[in-house]
């Protein structure tokens, strides 16, 4: 099951289903009272502070890190309707410091900001166009002098230099949640700055933010998916801020913000008693809770936050609705229930995985296995009023996207008529429990439970307990549940294609570029950096110890024990691809729509449901991987089954028709998509005409192609060389099933491969025109070739540089002079030895201010500025991580397999490490100077040609504007 269970917030309230798991208060080793759930996997403890502060621990010992979540229970929904966007971008705020973290004098900054606040109340107030322009003005001259004192992105330097991964946040209707990944012997460093971060609020560096936030609306606006969500919600929730304000807000209101706003949303929100701290690693329990107290327990108790809440009348009617944007048709309904803490929840759940499973779902089986729609899938979300059961579709060659929700509403009709197997609930439930027992393992996903839980207010035993109570549900309820709630009740959205007339296009504010001070500190920074804790030593892989090698035959058999569930899995991996044989790729995915003398198409993928395993193909230009992956105590069953139909498929006409149909249909919409686009784009601009995306399989090829052929490839594909990987607790009865049914072949070698060279780049500038708000432009430059000495510079480089948030070119092109809301830089060394690097730089911004930002970002790829405590930090960011990355689980395999592909046969982060503590800021730059500066940069950019300065566009470079046929060539 590949479907996304964590974030639909699938929770239910205790006092209409009562768990059958009982939730226990101990005391633990330091006095602290906690709760637990009896025979939670996850073992996760939750405290409450004597201030309100919730704590919820769960311990996972792959790495000595720790996923941090602060948790803050309000988003867009408890935003003012004057101020729609107002928690996003305090979000973004909380980012920017304090009166102790990021300023140089605080007593000089504060009047300064002070000053700004009360000149945005007047912009606000102010209706006179012109007059607005000039208070505008003001506050870009006041913030000027106000940057003066501002330490830019210290925070994100204090966090880096402990080691942090992962550094985010994100904000939604009802949560705003703060991330880091931290090594976990730097814990208490990670409170110290939190503890300072969350106690208050300074809006510093604002004007610049906003107009990153800015930009993040006009990614947004080029967002199809975000164009038909929108207007989905609009229509679901007409009378609540579900459906009536936006996360990210109206383009009137972030134009005209309020700081006041601001603050009293963060001293009303941001409060101990609405607000939780969240650890999931490696870490004790005894150390973790006294520190979390130390650091927080101070806060003050304040008023409990009152939280929105969401009112609707009942929808009696079909809502119809439509959108335009260039990409291609697409259909959108949903039907609105009631929200997490309902007993809606759990029917609408197991509903939605019966319909849409991605295996035997009756979505799956009676549309896509048959091939009657291009696709078509289902989700359920759930927020704390309200939730929905959301159906999508997209149309095959002349089918309307009426056709298409008739599809789907018939695959719900059979719900209501219980036209669905007897056995499916079980399956799901298996299926459920098979999946969490996936994710819990990792530390973010069950982080997300963890906040979800939180959020809803919703008691984590009903978390536990809640595919039990799923698995309680007999079929005649359900089908009375479906008969009563899925009628002519639901919002539908047409998204046409054409022209999108609510784009909101604005003009450039005129920023002056505010000072970053990049060698400046403030006296937290420097205190904090003086703090000493005992360094954890790096380990490096012993892949002689891990890796257990044999032979089953002539077949190289290797394995790793799972030694955390009862999940295993097993690959099989040849070094052919599509560049050995065009046709692989297309007779692989065939496998999808075929069935065998024994078993149809739709019977098969109910077989494999039923015995919870699930298999999958990947074709790569030079390496096919085919897996298996499910309970051990089912993988002898599945391994026999998954041979059956590769030795015994049977190809059919009529559905290889369909299958080509298809990818013609996929095709045609490719080339009205901006990411599709821009991918090619840029394939284009690296390998020019002869690259590998172009290198299709033409519709006249594709339809001469008789399926027997392919049916062929497929049998004979396991008689070529390949390898065995498995991961899981019983390698001899899999050895035993492999034997007994796997085609272990007979190591034919490999067919020839088709050459795809890489060309020097020569400065050419090639353009796509789409119809879009922003414009994207991406720089390629080739370089030597694969070259292991190499490895240690270019990742500091990209760190230093390229990467985070304290990198340079972020600094540079979205902190000081606002430009861009997405911009970076990075060195990427070749995955393969024989293969050239690559020099890349790239960038997302509003169309007109594209020829600044390409300035910007040209003058840094030529002249990089030393900041030494700046990389410093950078180099010991880099050492910690890798001091405390492991490579553990299966994980450990396709990091040997990636190092063999490099020619090498041993754990290179040991000399990376090494070469890293030596390494100086002046080798640093002669990296740069020798593989950064002067190079020849090939550009792709897309965008609307009407928007953006073409004059300074031909500046770049020969320009050559692509048609759709050149990038695609189809």
């Not at 500190?521 to 420097?526: R, T, V």
């Not at 050459?755 to 090639?766: A, L, S």
Request: hydrophobic share 35%; proline share 3%; net charge neutral.
């Amino acid at each position: 099951m590949r479907k996304s269970i964590f974030l639909c917030g699938i929770l239910f309230n205790s006092v209409l289903t009562y768990a059958q798991l009982q939730t226990v208060k101990k005391t633990d080793n330091k006095g602290y009272t906690y709760e637990i759930v009896e025979n939670d996997p996850s073992n996760t403890r939750i405290y409450t502070l004597k201030n309100g502060l919730k704590i919820y621990l769960a311990q996972l010992k792959d790495e000595p890190r720790i996923q941090t979540h602060i948790a803050v229970k309000t988003g867009s929904n408890n935003d003012p309707e004057d101020n729609t966007g107002l928690a996003h971008y305090l979000e973004h705020m909380v980012f920017k410091g304090t009166s102790k973290i990021g300023t140089q004098d605080w007593n000089k900054e504060k009047p300064l900001l002070q000053e700004i606040s009360n000149l945005y109340e007047q912009h606000k107030a102010e209706t006179d166009p012109a007059k607005k322009v000039a208070i505008y003005k003001k506050i870009d001259e006041v913030s000027q002098e106000a940057s003066k004192y501002a330490v830019a992105n210290e925070y994100d330097k204090l966090i880096s230099s402990l080691g942090a991964s992962g550094t985010n946040a994100h904000t939604s209707v009802e949560e705003t949640i703060y991330h880091n990944n931290i090594p976990n012997n730097e814990l208490e460093k990670w409170l110290k700055v939190e503890s300072e971060r969350f106690n208050e609020l300074v809006l510093r560096l604002f004007h610049t933010e906003l107009e990153a936030v800015y930009e993040e609306f006009n990614r947004a606006q080029d967002n199809d998916a975000r164009l038909v969500y929108y207007k989905l919600m609009q229509s679901l929730y007409p009378q609540s801020h579900y459906g009536t304000q936006t996360t990210i807000g109206t383009s009137e209101h972030l134009k005209n913000p309020s700081m006041v706003a601001i603050h009293n949303y963060f001293d009303k929100y941001y409060v101990p008693n609405n607000m939780a701290v969240m650890l999931i690693g490696d870490f004790d329990f005894d150390t973790a809770v006294p520190l979390i107290d130390k650091y927080f327990g101070s806060y003050k108790t304040k008023p409990q936050p009152e939280q929105y809440v969401a009112k609707e009348e009942p929808i009696k009617s079909i809502v119809v609705k439509e959108v335009a944007s260039p990409s291609s048709e697409r259909v959108q309904f949903a039907y609105r229930f009631d929200g997490a803490n309902s007993s809606d929840a759990k029917y609408v759940t197991l509903i939605d995985y019966i319909l849409s499973n991605s295996t035997a779902g009756l979505i799956d089986l009676n549309i896509n296995q048959q091939q009657k729609a291009l696709r078509a899938s289902s989700g359920a979300s759930f927020f704390r009023d309200y939730g929905m059961h959301s159906f999508s579709g997209v149309p095959k060659q002349g089918q309307s996207l009426e056709e298409v929700r008739d599809l789907i509403l018939a695959q719900i009709d059979n719900i209501k008529q219980g036209n669905f197997d007897d056995w499916m609930i079980e399956a799901v439930v298996n299926d459920l429990k098979k999946s969490r027992l996936q994710s819990w393992d990792n530390p973010r996903a069950l982080a997300a439970n963890l906040y979800k839980s939180y959020i809803n207010d919703v008691p984590w035993a009903e978390v536990v307990d809640q595919y039990d109570e799923i698995g309680r549900i007999t079929k005649q309820e359900l089908i009375d549940f479906a008969k009563k709630h899925y009628n002519d009740n639901y919002v539908i959205v047409y998204k046409r294609q054409g022209e999108n007339k609510d784009l909101v296009r604005v003009s450039n504010p005129g920023i002056t570029p505010i000072q970053l001070n990049r060698d400046a500190e403030s006296q937290f920074y420097k205190d904090f950096m003086k703090l000493e804790v005992k360094e954890i030593a790096p380990v490096f892989v012993d892949f002689k110890k891990e890796l257990k090698e044999s032979k089953i035959k002539n077949v190289k058999f290797t394995s790793i024990d799972n030694k955390t569930n009862d999940l295993s899995s097993v690959y099989y991996i040849s070094d052919i691809g599509s560049d050995n044989d065009s046709k692989l790729g297309l007779a692989i995915n065939y496998l999808d729509y075929l069935g065998t003398s024994k078993y149809s198409p739709e019977n098969l993928k109910k077989e494999f449901y039923k015995i919870g395993v699930e298999f999958g193909v990947n074709t790569g230009a030079d390496r096919t991987y085919v897996y298996l992956t499910g309970l051990q105590k089912n993988l002898d069953a599945g391994i026999k089954l998954f041979e059956h139909l590769i030795n015994d498929a049977v190809s059919d006409k009529a559905s290889y028709q369909e299958y080509v149909n298809t990818i013609l249909k996929s095709r045609e919409n490719s080339k009205k998509n901006k990411n599709a686009i821009s991918y090619a784009l840029n394939m284009y601009a690296q390998y020019g005409e002869n690259n590998r995306f172009r290198d299709i399989l033409s519709e006249t090829e594709l339809k001469n192609i008789n399926p027997t052929e392919l049916t062929q490839i497929i049998k004979n594909f396991f008689n070529y060389k390949h390898q065995i990987f498995y991961y899981g607790n019983d390698v001899a009865a899999t050895k035993k099933a492999i034997e007994k049914n796997h085609n272990l072949g007979k190591n034919l070698t490999y067919t020839s491969k088709k050459d795809f060279p890489q060309p020097i780049t020569d400065g050419k500038v090639y353009f796509a025109p789409y119809e879009m708000v922003q414009a994207e432009i991406n720089f390629i430059a080739r370089d030597t070739k694969y070259d292991t000495s190499l490895l240690t510079s270019s990742g500091i480089f990209n760190e230093y540089f390229g990467g985070g948030l304290s990198s340079i070119v972020f600094q540079e092109i979205r902190e000081s002079k606002s430009l861009a809301y997405s911009a970076r830089s990075s060195y990427s060394n070749a995955n393969k030895k024989d293969l050239y690097n690559y020099v890349r730089a790239s960038i997302g911004t509003q169309a007109n201010k594209l020829p600044q930002a390409v300035e910007a970002m040209n003058e840094l790829m030529n002249n990089m500025p030393k900041a030494p405590n700046q990389f410093e930090n950078s180099k010991q960011a880099a050492l910690k991580q890798i001091a405390t990355k492991r490579y553990t689980k299966s994980n450990i395999f396709f990091y040997w397999l990636s190092l063999q592909d490099r020619g090498l046969n041993y754990d290179i982060n040991k000399d990376i490490y090494a070469q890293t503590s030596t390494l100086t800021l002046d080798q640093l730059n002669n990296f740069f100077n020798k593989h950064i500066k002067g190079q020849k940069y090939n550009v792709g950019l897309v965008g609307d040609k009407s928007n953006l300065d073409w004059p300074s566009v031909q500046k770049l470079g020969e320009v050559k504007e692509l048609t759709l046929e050149d990038l695609f060539n189809y």
